[in-house]
């Protein structure tokens, strides 16, 4: 699907779908817990339904209700075998693959887009260290085994989602165990909203500077009713439109107490001179000068490609750096988000680990590749805001794997479709 964008400022009011981070942990929790969940989620992505298909194959049964509802009843008997579909979403593998291993299930997972290609290293290894057999044959993942207590230990600077799905699943072993973690911890935030979930489930963990000491034989139990809390990664998008338009956007449904690491863009859309005011859950934020400035892309990866687009018409330079990992999601986000903005008219080079921009007074407008990538996609329909001529994004649909009405609440601002 092609979608072509008229340039221009755009305004309004958005809602915010739920966050596709907190909706994976609660799903999780409940799927492991003693008692039936019900948990209110404002849209159901791609990624969140493969989470959900995931763990009913694991033994858990998930009903989706109206209005967003989606009812959990925990598992009780794991399979003989099950086959785990995980579709592009790396976080329903990284999580759900040692959670397997605690259940001592014969799980295939399927994995599809560019999944297969990402790092599992060094989570894999851990966990064949401590009684799983994994096995990788193109885009299946093939594990076994039961998983055993013990001292595991990880680097903090491949993917915080190895250590959460840790979390998660050492809790159910049969004796105690911990975890140490080295090194720089990157995504620091996703973590907490981790350690956050488990809480909330009844989960007792203690950690002790970079060391967490985690009690076997536990079950969560989470209340028996809970809302997934405003999607700040996809709140960004909006965010940005307003951070590029005289008149604003007003963002909706956003809590201030959020743990979310990219809660961050708040900060940062502000130091690139966009004036926001916070009222409750709603961010009102306007364009004023706009001036480029320095971005550490270690803590919130998935901001680039929108923040950049932001930069390529700020006046100045910018530099995105620790960036390295953007090459290793669904595109390599380095390399298509210079390749969006250049085919826009911005000047951007890209380094091997990060981005320098230099603000342009406007973009050009053009045709845009999506690369598969929803990010990339939405990002070019920010871009559309500074441009002065149409915006053609080709392969648009990627955006239903983490917003599916995305284009919808985009068409209802001021501006719009051709």
């Known amino acids: 699907m092609n979608k072509t964008l008229t340039p221009g400022e755009r305004t ?6 739920a966050s596709k981070s907190q909706a994976h942990r609660l799903l999780i929790c409940a799927a ?5 969940t019900l ?7 791609k990624d969140i339904k493969a989470t959900m298909d995931c763990l009913t194959a694991l033994g858990a049964e998930i009903l989706l209700l109206p209005d967003g509802q989606i009812l959990v009843k925990p598992i009780r008997a794991v399979p003989a075998r099950a086959d785990l579909y995980c579709g592009e979403s790396g976080s329903t593998l990284r999580f759900l693959l040692p959670l397997a291993g605690a259940l001592g299930a014969n799980a295939v997972f399927h994995m599809e887009g560019r999944l297969p290609k990402r790092p599992l290293a060094p989570l894999d290894e ?4 401590h009684g799983m057999q994994i096995e990788q044959e193109d885009d299946l993942l093939l594990c076994g085994g039961q998983l055993r207590p013990g001292a595991y230990t990880l680097p903090g600077n491949v993917s915080s989602q190895y250590i959460s799905g840790l979390l998660m699943a050492l809790p159910l072993l049969p004796g105690d165990s911990s975890l140490t973690v080295s090194g720089q911890v990157e995504s ?3 973590i907490t909203m981790t350690e956050d979930a488990l809480s909330l489930s009844g989960i007792r963990l203690e950690k002790n500077d970079n060391r967490y000491s985690i009690p076997g034989r536990q079950r969560a ?6 809302q997934v809390e405003a999607d700040y990664s996809n709140a960004a998008f909006f965010l940005s439109i307003g951070a590029l338009s005289g008149p604003g956007m007003n963002v909706k449904g956003l809590s201030p107490d959020s743990s979310q690491g990219d809660k961050a863009v708040l900060e940062i859309l502000e130091r690139c001179g966009a004036e926001l005011w916070i009222r409750e859950d709603a961010v009102w934020i306007r364009r004023s000068e706009l001036r480029g400035c320095k971005i550490d892309a270690a803590p919130v990866p998935d901001l680039i490609p929108v923040l950049a687009v932001v930069a390529s018409v700020a006046k100045g330079e910018t530099r995105i750096v620790n960036a390295a990992r953007l090459r290793l999601k669904e595109s390599d986000r380095l390399a298509s988000t210079t390749q969006m903005l250049k085919a826009l008219g911005a000047d951007i080079t890209e380094l091997d680990d990060g981005l320098v921009i230099h603000g342009v007074e406007a973009l050009t ?4 590749d999506a690369c598969g990538d929803h990010r990339i996609a939405m990002a070019a329909a920010v871009a559309a805001c500074a441009c002065t001529g149409p915006v053609n994004v080709i392969g648009a649909e990627c955006v239903q794997k ?3 009405r995305f284009w919808e609440d985009y068409e209802q601002l001021t501006g719009g479709e051709v």
């Open 402 to 404: 983490s917003y599916p």
């Open 12 to 17: 309004g009011c958005v809602r915010v779908p």
């Open 365 to 368: 407008g053009g045709t845009v």
């Open 39 to 45: 948990i209110c989620c404002d849209g159901i992505s």
């Open 221 to 226: 139990k989470l209340p028996e009713q809970l």
């Open 32 to 36: 492991l817990g003693t008692g039936e």
């Open 188 to 190: 620091a935030a996703y």
């Open 126 to 129: 851990q966990l064949r260290a």
